[in-house]
């Protein structure tokens, strides 16, 4: 499987931006960039997703190379809420259109008041 | 709609017995995943149904575990003869969308312990 590459831990302070950098230098044409977070002892939020372009939503934008190797997840202004641990995914065909998450280590991000 | 639901939350086992967890999808999602998460890791795929059909199962699922979807609607994922190493989070998730809008919804996620 396509493989992603992430810092174990960061940290930022409250309402600065945060980038949050991930290397997929595996990534096969099909393969969609997903971010999703994760708190303690509950299961993966949805972040945000791409193909090739940049993608901005309510709650981060996507930042991805031209060469689709990389990408960045971007926090505006962060908060304390934003602290928790951060994967970056790789959505992968399998069968019949389906497809599945090929979750990475993840960041542990921290926010300080 | 009130997402991904899982039960029980927590499953404490000793080592041998059989267990049984439940997941309840979003409602008319077709698509429905299993996930394993052990301490420090990212979750792995286990397996994938369309609707009532399992698709594809992943090397980590052994012939100790099975899954079902009957109807379509709720999936179980039942572990027979627990080993110490089947200790993990398990994450269910469904979706629904076109391909480049797909996104997949997580349940609470199941915590086995197996002593």
């Known amino acids: 499987d396509a493989k992603t590459t992430q810092p174990n831990s960061m940290e930022s302070n409250e309402e600065e931006p945060v980038h949050l950098p991930c290397n997929h230098s595996?990534?096969?044409?099909?393969?969609?960039i997903h971010w999703y977070r994760q708190l303690p002892s509950q299961g993966p939020e949805y972040v945000i997703h791409?193909?090739?372009s940049n993608v901005n939503n309510r709650m981060a934008s996507l930042a991805i190379a031209e060469d689709r190797k990389s990408s960045t997840l971007i926090l505006h202004r962060a908060t304390l809420r934003d602290a928790a641990v951060y994967y970056c995914?790789?959505?992968?065909?399998?069968?019949?259109?389906?497809?599945?998450?090929?979750f990475g280590q993840g960041t542990r991000l921290t926010i300080n008041p | 709609d009130t997402g991904v639901s899982q039960d029980p939350r927590h499953k404490i086992t000793k080592r041998g017995q059989n267990v049984t967890f439940r997941c309840d999808p979003i409602?008319?999602?077709?698509?429905l995943y299993w996930y394993r998460q052990t301490l420090g890791q990212g979750p792995e795929f286990l397996t994938y149904?369309?609707?009532?059909?399992?698709?594809?199962k992943s090397r980590l699922l052994s012939d100790r575990f099975s899954a079902e979807r009957p109807k379509g609607s709720f999936s179980t994922l039942e572990i027979q003869r627990t080993e110490q190493g089947d200790s993990a989070m398990y994450l269910c998730?469904?979706?629904?969308?076109?391909?480049?809008?797909?996104?997949?919804?997580f349940g609470p996620g199941t915590r086995l312990t197996v002593l």
């Open positions: 995914i790789l959505r992968v065909f399998i069968i019949q259109g389906a497809q599945k998450l090929v």
């Open positions: 595996t990534i096969s044409g099909t393969d969609y």
């Open positions: 998730a469904s979706s629904a969308g076109q391909v480049s809008t797909d996104t997949q919804y």
């Open positions: 791409g193909l090739t």
């Open positions: 149904f369309q609707n009532e059909a399992q698709l594809e």
């Open positions: 409602s008319e999602h077709n698509r």
